[in-house]
């Protein structure tokens, strides 16, 4: 893989795909909406709206490949912000003949049976899952009839460095780690997967760059399921530290609390995925890509905001 790559949207994925990308010497945009924000060393930092397909355009122009990491700032936002958005990115994908990699996720799958592996039916329930479900349907429908060249990535929460409140157990650790107990949504003793930002990013640069893997859905590799109750601890544990409490919030109060907060009213759609098993199958992207998980060690330790060390 030689080229430029144009990376839209610089959270946690974001600049993780940027920094794989500029570690193998790549040149690298990394566009968001203001421009600013941490620095990647060795990508270029741009600001541009990614709901202007000619914005996109002309920053895609001689790309190889376009990722699309890009963050809404809150659930409630999904129906409004995503279609124009996906629109313009499959514009420019077309217009310029990069590979659009998607940052994807499982809310298309609705409540399932068993793990979710690829090619299950995407009929989830909800808004959400519906915005997610048609992003995908539209890039496909244009993958097979030639106009773009499309793949997505799907993953569940997000765990490792710099998730920060932008996830389910990321967001506990600060109080975990200073010996509080901490409140989960849901049951803390279902099992859940928990995949790796980073591995998210490292499943993004490989099937961008390969050709017999455009045109479908693909897992990022993710380890065996934990329990929020054993996520919390192995964290605690991998900092050094004794595992806290961990209890639920009470469902009334989420009710209530539903009736001022959009997040926490957006969030009773996707209930189902915390209060029972929620298991992510990722066999096939390490079958057929090579692409194993981080160590959940790692993972663990990295949540921490502890530098790796081999255990």
């Known amino acids: 893989m030689r080229g430029r790559h144009l990376v839209v949207g610089a959270g946690p994925v974001g600049r993780n795909v940027a920094e794989q990308l500029v570690a193998v010497g790549e040149e690298v945009l990394l566009a968001s909406r203001s421009g600013a924000g941490p620095e990647v060393p060795g990508a270029t930092r ?27 700032p809150a659930y409630d ?3 409004t912000m995503w279609p124009p958005v996906a629109a313009a990115l499959l514009a420019a994908a077309e217009r310029s003949g990069a590979v ?13 049976d ?12 909800g808004i959400k899952a519906r ?4 992003m ?6 244009a993958h097979e009839a030639g106009r773009v060249r499309a793949v997505e990535i799907r993953g569940s929460d997000y765990m490792g460095a710099g998730v920060g409140d932008g996830g389910h157990i990321p967001r506990l650790v600060p109080r975990a780690l200073a010996g509080k107990s901490v409140r989960v949504i849901g049951s803390p003793d279902q099992p859940h997967s928990w995949t790796d930002v980073r591995d998210m990013a490292r499943a993004l640069v490989a099937v961008a760059d390969r050709e017999d893997a455009w045109g479908r859905v ?5 380890n065996a399921p934990r329990t929020q109750r054993e996520a919390v601890a192995d964290v605690c544990r991998a900092a050094g530290r004794a595992p806290v409490e961990v209890r639920t919030y009470p469902k009334a109060a989420l009710a209530l609390g539903g009736l001022v907060s959009p997040m926490l009213r957006e969030l009773r759609e996707t209930a189902y995925q915390f209060e029972g098993p929620y298991i992510l199958d990722s066999t096939a992207i390490t079958r057929d890509l090579g692409l194993q ?4 060690g790692e993972v663990c330790r990295r949540t921490a905001g502890l530098e790796y060390c081999p255990a």
């Open 114 to 125: 068993g793990p979710m592996v690829e090619g299950l039916p995407d009929a989830g329930p």
């Open 131 to 134: 915005v997610r479900a048609t």
């Open 218 to 222: 693909w897992h990022a590799p993710t």
């Open 77 to 79: 936002t999904w129906p």
């Open 136 to 141: 995908w349907a539209d890039a496909l429908a």
């Open 100 to 112: 659009l990699a998607i940052t994807g996720n499982l809310y298309p799958y609705g409540p399932v």
């Open 293 to 296: 998980p981080t160590t959940w």
């Open 46 to 72: 741009i600001g541009l709206d990614a709901s202007d397909p000619e914005q996109l355009a002309r920053a895609a122009a001689g790309a190889r490949a376009i990722y699309n990491c890009v963050n809404p």
